[in-house]
Nanobody, 126 residues
Framework: VRLAESGGDSVQVGGSLKLSCVWS????????IGWFRQAPEPGYGRQEV?????????WYDDSVKGRFTITWDDAKNTWYLQMDSLKAEDNGIYYC???????????????????WGQGTQVTVSS
């Protein structure tokens, strides 16, 4: 299983970005995809910002609710994180991750995800 993120960039406050996460390798129809942010400040771990399960149940952290949206394209084995109205606090490296067990529409700990991409940098400046 391999995950690869792309789409990170430098944008101004209020701008938008669309991150992609491509899945390759052993395929399974029963997995949850999570998106995590690692802030640049020392001591911060990877914080989950959103996840989606195979039934389409979604969860968003309050800090991104209404601004971020997860979508997917089955034909391309790709998940997306649409990020709108970006704020300075959205800065960080964004990772996608896959888990094969979950509970619908609830936050998950990073330790529940065995598969990770390499991350993509998002920089939001004023």
């Amino acid at each position: 299983v391999r995950l690869a993120e792309s789409g990170g960039d430098s944008v101004q406050v209020g701008g938008s970005l669309k991150l992609s996460c491509v899945w390759s390798g052993r395929m399974s129809s029963t997995y949850c995809i999570g998106w995590f942010r690692q802030a640049p400040e020392p001591g911060y771990g990877r914080q989950e910002v959103a996840n989606i399960d195979p039934s389409g149940n979604e969860w968003y952290d309050d800090s991104v609710k209404g601004r971020f949206t997860i979508t997917w394209d089955d034909a391309k084995n790709t998940w997306y994180l649409q990020m709108d109205s970006l704020k300075a606090e959205d800065n960080g490296i964004y990772y996608c991750a896959a888990a094969f067990s979950w509970s619908p529409a609830r936050p998950m700990d990073s330790r529940e995800f065995p598969y990770w991409g390499q991350g993509t940098q998002v920089t939001v400046s004023s």
